[in-house]
């Protein structure tokens, strides 16, 4: 079933036709990581068929090479059946030819996140999309754009250099999204500031959802009781690991691989690997669920997680991996200050 699904997206005339797949995806894929590569192709060809309106439309072919590129979840291939948009473009731009090759890029990037839209990819509330002209542009505006926001590391402006660093090419030339990629990484990497800044707020603001007795941080009123495991949990454990990663110039935006590669070069121990590791595995497989769940009782998905309903060994998993989770979230904010302190 999976297969034909998969087949039939680059049978769709329209995105209308891709939400009708897109809406039996989330019900048949039982896989997440299949699940993301699902996401990945029905992208693609919202792209291919915005690139086909705007030279049936009279804007003609591309004018430069260009890249799609996927941020958040998507580009570490940790997406859920609930998910937004968070996408970027870069592209070329030929000399003498700067205005027209913006308002092409202008105009694909308003009817490629139009057509995510209406293929069942609800807009990014936090506007992280290619219409935003903060998340276009060609490789030297995107070396511009991340040196401004090095240049006045508020935290909002520190918030934005992390998102720009979790991202990967979707579709189109990957090789101008490698540049950008390498260029963001390799600006991150010593901007000790932005870097103790984000391990700062996430030991103040972000903190996993257990304290420092091992008592659960639940939500109120209706939700009392219960886990936010998004915010609660992933978040600040993917977080915790993309800051190490940065600081190691690893450009995989993937938290398993950055993981992986933590461990290889020494800068982890095999046992904090293996906690890092496992805490992500116990997350994701809890979010899955909770999704799933949702979607079988016919509520939209969400991340409340009430322990009370979970089996005996899930709730062990779940105290594991916030454990591990507070643990490096301290380690992480404790090794940053450090680095930052030292200049």
Excluded at 117 to 131: F, I, K, N, S, T
Excluded at 165 to 192: E, I, N, W, Y
Excluded at 280 to 293: E, F, P, Q
Excluded at 303 to 329: C, H, K, N, Y
Aim: glycine share 8%; aromatic share 8%.
């Amino acid at each position: 079933m999976d297969r034909q699904l998969f087949d039939r997206i680059d049978e769709a005339g329209t995105p209308v036709d891709l939400r009708r797949l897109h809406a039996a995806a989330v019900r048949t894929i039982t896989d997440p990581r299949m699940l993301s590569t699902f996401h990945d192709r029905l992208f693609c060809r919202v792209v291919a068929l915005a690139e086909k309106a705007l030279e049936r439309d009279g804007w003609g072919p591309a004018p430069a090479r260009y890249c799609w590129l996927e941020l958040g979840s998507g580009a570490r291939r940790e997406q859920m059946i609930s998910t937004d948009q968070d996408n970027a473009l870069v592209y070329d731009s030929p000399e003498g030819a700067e205005h027209a090759v913006e308002g092409y890029f202008a105009e694909m990037a308003r009817r490629v996140v139009g057509g995510l839209d209406d293929a069942g990819y609800p807009l990014c509330r936090g506007y992280v999309m290619a219409v935003n002209p903060r998340w276009r542009g060609t490789p030297e505006q995107w070396a511009r754009r991340i040196q401004g926001y090095l240049d006045y590391p508020d935290w909002s402006n520190v918030r934005l250099l992390l998102i720009a660093a979790d991202q990967r090419p979707a579709c189109g030339d990957a090789g101008l999204g490698h540049r950008v990629r390498k260029g963001v990484v390799s600006a991150l990497r010593d901007a000790r500031y932005a870097l103790w800044s984000a391990a700062d707020h996430g030991w103040r603001v972000g903190r996993a959802a257990l304290t420092a007795l091992g008592r659960l941080r639940t939500g109120a009123e209706e939700r009392q009781g219960m886990v936010d495991i998004k915010t609660g949990l992933y978040a600040p454990l993917v977080g915790s690991v993309r800051l190490w990663a940065l600081r190691a110039g690893i450009e995989e935006p993937g938290t398993r691989e950055r993981i992986e590669v933590l461990e290889k070069s020494g800068l982890w121990s095999a046992e904090e690997a293996r906690a890092a590791a496992e805490a992500l595995r116990i997350c994701l497989a809890l979010r899955w669920k909770r999704h799933r769940d949702c979607l079988l009782a016919d509520r939209p998905p969400d991340d409340w997680v009430d322990p009370a309903e979970l089996p005996r060994d899930m709730v062990d998993q779940l105290f594991r991996a916030l454990s591990a989770t507070r643990a490096l979230q301290k380690r992480t904010y404790q090794y940053f200050q450090h680095l930052y302190r030292r200049g």
